[in-house]
């Protein structure tokens, strides 16, 4: 299968040239030969118009008026099925058709996606989104403008979908998933434009996670008010980067390795506690988390930005409390089947 509608766009004037030709040339026959079955007529317009040289089925040449017809039919038709056979064959050429399955294909994938994220913008940030995702092995849709960037994406990302429009557009984010989507991040190259895909986006899911770049720190404020949960700025985040370098360089590089590194095997990860956990009401020193899972808990989250580092043992663990800890996968594992009782 492939998108029909596509396809046609690109074929629909040869298309209609090619039959229109070969349905008047029929009936144009019928007009000098009224006898003869449509079938034969029919036969006869598609030898005439292809040149193939088959023969006089119907006996035009003792007919002056018909052969003057012919005539016309022969030299208007084949210059329609020579037009057609160049624009199908430029078609197919330049990779439409090819480009009209890819489409299809995408569309299945993101169809069938629950959960995965979609990353508005795969510029100069959204590339390193992108990067971070599939390093971690999450699902997600790219939205982009342009087929050129598109292919640049595929090329490095091959196994990330891309769809070509306006992310801002109500019509492209439900082509994405967006009703199914645990998150979006919004990184166009103009604020503005990440305002109003923050404001599309949480209309349309209320409950989606936004995560929205802004270059101006002035918009931070907007776009929070607009329904993005966090704001990211990367001029800020770069200038306290390169103070910390200078100042606390080991902690960076031990960061790094945590956050972005290519080891994948130890990770500062997070989990929620459910509220039908098992764990809820207890204190942090009686669930025991470095027996069970072979970790320590480094700080607890509770009431949005409010964390709590190094929480003792006597605190006790609620619905909705924030787990932030260093461990691999198999560490992550078990954390998860401890909440999850």
């Not at 996606?113 to 971690?136: D, K, L, P, S, Y």
């Not at 490095?156 to 199914?180: H, M, Q, S, W, Y």
């Not at 039908?276 to 009431?303: H, M, P, Q, T, W």
Request: hydrophobic share 45%; aromatic share 8%; charged share 25%.
């Amino acid at each position: 299968m492939f998108d029909f509608f596509r396809a046609w766009r690109g074929l629909k004037i040869p298309v209609i040239l090619l039959f229109g030709s070969l349905i008047l040339g029929t009936f144009g026959f019928k007009a000098f030969f009224p006898d003869e079955t449509f079938l034969r007529l029919l036969y006869m317009a598609g030898i005439t118009l292809t040149t193939v040289g088959y023969g006089d089925i119907l006996g035009i040449d003792e007919n002056p008026a018909a052969i003057i017809y012919t005539t016309f039919l022969m030299f208007t038709g084949m210059g329609v099925v020579l037009y057609s056979t160049s624009v199908v064959t430029a078609y197919i050429i330049e990779g439409n058709l090819k480009n009209a399955f890819s489409f299809e294909r995408v569309r299945r994938r993101i169809k069938r996606m629950e959960n995965h994220f979609i990353i508005c913008g795969a510029g100069e940030t959204g590339v390193h989104v992108i990067r971070e995702m599939v390093a971690a092995d999450q699902e997600c849709v790219v939205i982009e403008t342009t087929e050129e960037k598109k292919q640049e994406i595929n090329f490095e990302f091959p196994n990330v979908p891309v769809l070509v429009g306006d992310a801002t557009t109500d019509l492209i984010l439900e082509k994405a998933g967006i009703g199914r989507a645990r998150g979006l991040v919004a990184a166009l190259s103009n604020d503005k434009d990440n305002l109003f895909l923050t404001v599309s986006a949480k209309m349309l899911q209320p409950r989606l996670t936004i995560v929205s770049k802004a270059i101006d720190l002035t918009m931070i404020k907007k776009l929070k008010r607009a329904g993005a949960s966090r704001v990211v700025s990367p001029n800020y985040i770069g200038g306290m980067r390169m103070a910390s370098e200078i100042l606390r360089p080991h902690v960076t590089n031990f960061l790094d390795r945590m956050l972005r590194g290519t080891d994948k095997s130890i990770r500062v990860e997070e989990v929620v506690i459910p509220k039908e956990s098992s764990l809820v009401g207890k204190k942090i020193g009686e669930v025991d988390f470095y027996s069970n899972c072979g970790l320590n808990i480094l700080a607890l989250g509770r009431g949005g930005d409010h964390f709590q580092y190094n929480p003792g043992p006597e605190i006790e663990l609620s619905s909705g409390d924030v787990l932030l800890y260093i461990g691999t996968g198999e560490q992550e594992k078990l954390l998860d089947k401890l909440v999850s009782k």
